[in-house]
Nanobody, 130 residues
Framework: EVLLAESGGGSVQAGGSLRLSCSVS?????????IGWYRQAPGNECELISS???????AYVDSVKGRFTVSHDSAKRTAYLEMNNLKPGDTAVYYC???????????????????????WGQGTQVTVSS
């Protein structure tokens, strides 16, 4: 079983920064893994906000482009999401996922961890106050 664990969430004021980490363990070759970062605010859909493929190709939704940076460290089997200039609208639970990029749906109308695709972490809360 592939296990993912997010960390690094917390509470910050608007304009602040956080770096989320996603460690991957279990029977998967991290070098072949694509990682997705999703977030879900209360009452909202589960939304894919960023991804990084095994060869380092990155993608972002417009709402975070220019403020968030995704990266990975194969030696540590860890992916990261650097979040700068945070806004109250970024408040959500953030999840990382592992699978082939094609499996990452842009949105899911349900709780992120219950989505029928990819392997999911438990999520980490990010709260941004104004």
């Amino acid at each position: 079983e592939v296990l993912l664990a997010e960390s690094g969430g917390g509470s910050v004021q608007a304009g602040g920064s956080l770096r989320l980490s996603c460690s991957v363990s279990g029977p998967t070759t991290f070098d072949d893994s694509d990682i997705g970062w999703y977030r879900q605010a209360p009452g909202n859909e589960c939304e894919l906000i960023s991804s990084i493929t095994s060869d380092g190709t990155t993608a972002y939704v417009d709402s975070v482009k220019g403020r968030f940076t995704v990266s990975h460290d194969s030696a540590k089997r860890t992916a990261y999401l650097e979040m700068n200039n945070l806004k109250p609208g970024d408040t959500a639970v953030y999840y990382c996922t592992e699978d082939d990029l094609e499996a990452f749906a842009p949105r899911y109308d349900g709780r992120c961890p219950e989505a029928p695709f990819a392997n999911w972490g438990q999520g980490t809360q990010v709260t941004v106050s104004s």
